[in-house]
């Protein structure tokens, strides 16, 4: 037998939490001393345990677990609830560092207000090109990364699925009414199933700059390539693009060299 503290050291709960649930008759106890009225509990409950705080953590309340663990739910479907709820929770922890990362970056950038960032500029034609690429529509801008990664990574699988050789990837970045919305994939000639055939059309002037390192500081280089094309008398004419020269997959991005590309034109 297990005492209460025990119990709930293993199960990784409070005390206070066995008492409610108790109370509740949702775990009752294994044994309860008459004298001293301390609770003890079999190693065997351990199971249920988990499944009550497994179902806990997906929501259901005290009358909905108490109803799956009397119809006895399976340990299949409760491993495909939590499977799906770990994609959700792995996905609300890149959003939450996403934006801790651009809340470290302001912090930063106001620090250092008096010493703004430069760039080279160099104006040049942008040709046109074809994607075969795909799409979305971000809402939430520290969310962006996140989305491009994604599709980056199902445009790769789709055209490597059909034998197609990668060519240098691209981003395009086209700010509308409902947000911001990105185009990603591989200037490849080929139709590919499954993904978008997308003309980026020629600019006959576009202002160029790079980015090297990781995509966390990209923004201060847009931010920094805007601010020299006002200086120069000049404006966007169009959507924005990422050339990724350099991009290998792995976390370290020191590496990374991007080449940002925006049409312009005289202001």
Same mark, same amino acid.
Request: include cysteine; charge should be negative.
């Given at each position: 037998?297990?005492?209460?503290?025990?119990?709930?050291?293993?199960?990784?709960?409070?005390?206070?939490?066995?008492?409610?649930?108790?109370?509740?008759?949702?775990?009752?106890?294994?044994?309860?001393?008459?004298?001293?009225?301390?609770?003890?509990?079999?190693?065997?409950?351990?199971?249920?345990?988990?499944?009550?705080?497994?179902?806990?953590?997906?929501?259901?309340?005290?009358?909905?677990?108490?109803?799956?663990? *009397?119809?006895?739910?399976?340990?299949?479907?409760?491993?495909?609830?939590?499977?799906?709820?770990?994609?959700?929770?792995?996905?609300?922890?890149?959003?939450? !560092?996403?934006?801790?990362?651009?809340?470290?970056?302001?912090? !930063?950038?106001?620090?250092?207000?008096? *010493?703004?960032?430069?760039?080279?500029?160099?104006?040049?034609?942008?040709?046109?090109?074809?994607?075969?690429?795909?799409?979305?529509?971000?809402?939430?801008?520290?969310?962006?990364?996140?989305?491009?990664?994604?599709?980056?990574?199902?445009?790769?699988?789709?055209?490597?699925?059909?034998?197609?050789?990668?060519?240098?990837?691209?981003?395009?970045?086209?700010?509308?009414?409902?947000?911001? +919305?990105?185009?990603?994939?591989?200037?490849?000639? +080929?139709?590919?199933?499954?993904?978008?055939?997308?003309?980026?059309?020629?600019?006959?002037?576009?202002?160029?700059?790079?980015?090297?390192?990781?995509?966390?500081?990209?923004?201060?280089?847009?931010?920094?390539?805007?601010?020299?094309?006002?200086?120069?008398?000049?404006?966007?004419?169009?959507?924005?693009?990422? +050339?990724?020269?350099?991009?290998?997959?792995?976390?370290?991005?020191?590496?990374?060299?991007?080449?940002?590309?925006?049409?312009?034109?005289?202001?």
């Amino acid at each position: 037998m297990l005492s209460i503290g025990a119990f709930a050291d293993l199960g990784q709960v409070s005390v206070r939490m066995l008492r409610h649930w108790d109370a509740v008759g949702l775990l009752t106890p294994a044994h309860v001393d008459a004298w001293s009225g301390y609770r003890s509990y079999a190693a065997e409950q351990l199971d249920r345990l988990h499944r009550i705080v497994a179902l806990r953590d997906l929501g259901f309340g005290i009358e909905g677990v108490r109803t799956l663990l *009397d119809e006895g739910v399976a340990p299949e479907r409760l491993e495909e609830l939590l499977q799906l709820h770990r994609a959700s929770v792995e996905q609300e922890h890149a959003v939450a !560092t996403a934006r801790l990362a651009e809340v470290e970056r302001r912090i !930063t950038r106001i620090h250092e207000e008096q *010493d703004m960032t430069e760039i080279e500029i160099v104006t040049k034609p942008l040709p046109g090109v074809r994607l075969a690429s795909l799409s979305v529509v971000v809402e939430q801008p520290q969310e962006t990364a996140a989305h491009v990664e994604r599709i980056f990574a199902e445009a790769q699988a789709r055209i490597e699925a059909v034998g197609g050789s990668l060519a240098t990837p691209i981003a395009v970045y086209d700010a509308d009414e409902r947000g911001m +919305r990105v185009i990603a994939g591989y200037a490849i000639e +080929r139709e590919v199933e499954g993904l978008d055939s997308v003309e980026l059309p020629a600019a006959p002037i576009g202002a160029c700059a790079v980015h090297l390192g990781a995509m966390s500081g990209i923004r201060d280089s847009w931010e920094a390539l805007h601010r020299g094309l006002e200086a120069r008398g000049m404006r966007p004419s169009g959507a924005a693009r990422e +050339r990724y020269v350099r991009a290998e997959p792995d976390d370290d991005q020191s590496g990374w060299v991007t080449e940002l590309q925006l049409p312009v034109v005289r202001a």
